[in-house]
């Protein structure tokens, strides 16, 4: 006689395996994702662009936010020439080591804990990328 719970066990063990691998499911979070920015670009930048902790590593050329852009927790290492941001740049705890010479930025420039943060000071970077407007973040931890 099979007891109920051996059913229900061996029944859980089916229910419970992954459908897809996390190679997988992190490749779609990508495309997800890019999709997000294409639709963005589509409906012409107005707003605020909020990719914070996804798996994006690179923008598309001649981006323009109308609002903030933050790329918190990415794997951002640069970004792309004429990048126009109309609010607030969030590029904290990111792997970039470079900004565009013409990088317009409305707000300010958050650079906290990043390898620019580690090697270069505040007066630095502003003399590095004059078109930003607001202050400049550049805190370590």
């Given at each position: 006689m099979i007891k109920?719970i051996?059913?229900?066990k061996?029944?859980?063990?089916k229910?419970l395996?992954?459908?897809?691998?996390?190679?997988?499911?992190q490749?779609?979070?990508?495309?997800?994702?890019?999709?997000?920015?294409?639709?963005?670009?589509k409906?012409g930048?107005?707003?605020?662009l909020y990719?914070s902790?996804?798996?994006?590593?690179?923008?598309p050329d001649n981006l323009q936010?109308?609002?903030?852009?933050?790329?918190?927790?990415?794997?951002i290492?640069s970004?792309?020439?004429n990048?126009?941001v109309?609010?607030f740049?969030?590029l904290?705890?990111?792997?970039i080591?470079?900004?565009?010479?013409?990088?317009?930025v409305?707000g300010g420039?958050?650079?906290n804990n990043t390898?620019?943060?580690?090697?270069y000071?505040?007066?630095?970077i502003?003399?590095?990328?004059?078109?930003?407007?607001?202050?400049?973040?550049v805190?370590t931890?």
């Amino acid at each position: 006689m099979i007891k109920l719970i051996d059913i229900l066990k061996e029944e859980a063990n089916k229910i419970l395996v992954p459908r897809r691998s996390a190679e997988e499911r992190q490749k779609n979070y990508l495309i997800a994702t890019q999709k997000k920015i294409q639709q963005y670009i589509k409906n012409g930048g107005e707003g605020s662009l909020y990719l914070s902790n996804t798996p994006i590593k690179s923008l598309p050329d001649n981006l323009q936010v109308g609002g903030d852009l933050n790329l918190r927790n990415t794997q951002i290492r640069s970004l792309p020439d004429n990048l126009k941001v109309g609010g607030f740049l969030y590029l904290s705890s990111t792997p970039i080591k470079s900004l565009p010479d013409n990088l317009q930025v409305g707000g300010g420039l958050y650079l906290n804990n990043t390898p620019l943060a580690k090697k270069y000071t505040k007066e630095q970077i502003k003399q590095m990328v004059p078109g930003v407007k607001g202050n400049i973040y550049v805190q370590t931890y």
